[in-house]
């Protein structure tokens, strides 16, 4: 059963990577977590949102994506979703290393970031539609 719950947009401007980090947070403040998952969940929402704006969105400024968190217990849910170019093939991009641009010095480490900070991650997308990250993590029971 959920027991709480918040979806938010904005646009894809890389000032409103720190609004995600810091509204997600303050959403899970309730569930009073750790300062590490804290940090966690934050480096996990950079690392998706950055990849919305640089990859879906080519750093397009006027694009929509949106977040939702579902608490459930102790379970929280994030999902990261935008409507940009999508994964062709989500088992290499997800590779540790692997970038499609180099070119931006990109490190190719944001997936395995996001799986080591987080209890799982799924990542559903389709070339031409857009991305949605799917991450889950559970918190202590404190
Ligand atoms: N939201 C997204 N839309 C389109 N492509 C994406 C998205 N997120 C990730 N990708 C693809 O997956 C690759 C790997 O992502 P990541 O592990 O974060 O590495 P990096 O961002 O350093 O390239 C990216 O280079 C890109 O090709
Ligand atoms: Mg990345």
Do not use: C, W
């Not at 409507?83 to 970038?99: D, F, K, S, W």
């Amino acid at each position: 059963m959920v027991d709480n719950r918040i979806k938010i947009e904005f646009l894809s401007k890389s000032q409103n990577e720190s609004f995600a980090r810091v509204a997600v947070s303050a959403f899970i403040a309730q569930l009073d977590p750790t300062i590490e998952e804290i940090t966690d969940i934050k480096t996990a929402v950079s690392e998706a949102v950055t990849n919305s704006i640089i990859h879906g969105y080519e750093n397009a400024e006027d694009k929509i994506i949106e977040i939702e968190v579902y608490i459930e217990g102790k379970e929280v849910t994030i999902i990261i979703s935008d409507n940009g170019v999508g994964i062709e093939n989500v088992e290499i991009a997800r590779e540790p290393l692997y970038t499609s641009r180099p070119d931006l010095e990109r490190s190719g480490m944001g997936f395995t970031v996001m799986e080591t900070f987080m209890d799982s991650l799924e990542v559903v997308s389709e070339k031409g539609r857009g991305t949605k990250v799917i991450m889950k993590k559970n918190f202590v029971v404190s």
